[in-house]
């Protein structure tokens, strides 16, 4: 009896089906808040007050607290501020990363032991949050785009991923390299790197994310309002309406015609918007990467 007859049987296809339909129910769960946040930043306030403050298929759209949004200087400041952490921070993350992580795949390289041990540690146990502060303090970085990149510039697991994914490619392709003359530099940037680009999708997927959604760091260290990220805005708003139409709200027109949570529901979608976009470009690298990289050896 074959594999692919077993498989057919009435059994196989009655649990394929419930399977899936577990699965369909927890994605729409998962969708829905996403949904919902969406539907109401565009939904007019008249139909919101119609339908009790819930609207699910709006019958008519508006983006009226979008113009609100951007006409404000506050929420395209922080979009730029957010940009510039996210990609420049993600880039130095990804350097940092890589030329830490490759040394340490090599076991000839002396002290290696001590470094992997030291770093291991810093995942068990920290300075605290008072000690960083003051570090980040006495380095100049307070009330700077920096002091949201700099503290935060190599995460101990993600190098380790990156150390083992670097261990786990054939040896043979570097030493052929330095048969024909390559030094470690060469062999790092021409070699190694170009093999390794589904654990460099997958950590710069990481750290992207990670900077994208840092408010932590905006709170601690930046008191100056140009210079918040789109997450401390947010986060403000949200705990606020008074903090949200201070932030948002210009005119008196636009504070009869729009309350303050049709514009966080707009505000939310902003955020959320750029991480839906690129996620579905990066997901077979984010996926074999962390396979490879997590796994196998």
Partial sequence: MSALHLYNKPSDRIAD????????????????????????????????????GFVLLPKALTLEAYRTLFDSPVIPQALRVTIIVTVLGTALNLAVTTLLAYPLSKTFIPGRNFILMAIVFTMLFSGGLIP?????????????????????????????????????????????????????????????????????????????????????????????????PMQVVLRNMIQSPAVSQDLMIQNMSAIQQLPPETIKMAAVSVAILPILVVYPFLQRYFVKGMMIGAIKG
């Fill in 132 to 228: 960083l502060y003051l570090v980040v303090q006495a380095t100049g970085l307070l009330n700077s785009i920096w002091a949201l990149i700099i503290p935060s510039l190599v995460s101990s697991f993600n190098m380790l991923i990156m150390k083992t994914y670097f261990q786990n490619l054939p040896q043979e392709v570097e030493e052929a390299a330095r048969v024909d003359g390559c030094g470690e530099v060469r062999t790092l940037v021409s070699i190694v790197l170009p093999l390794s680009m589904p654990i460099m999708a997958t950590l710069g997927l990481f750290y992207a994310v990670g900077h994208w959604n840092n408010y932590f760091s905006g709170i601690m260290y930046i008191s100056d309002r140009t210079l918040y």
């Fill in 17 to 52: 089906a419930v399977i899936y339909t577990i699965l369909g129910l927890f994605g729409l769960l998962t969708l829905f808040p996403l949904y919902y946040v969406f539907v109401m930043s565009v939904t007019p306030y008249s139909e919101v007050i119609a339908n009790g």
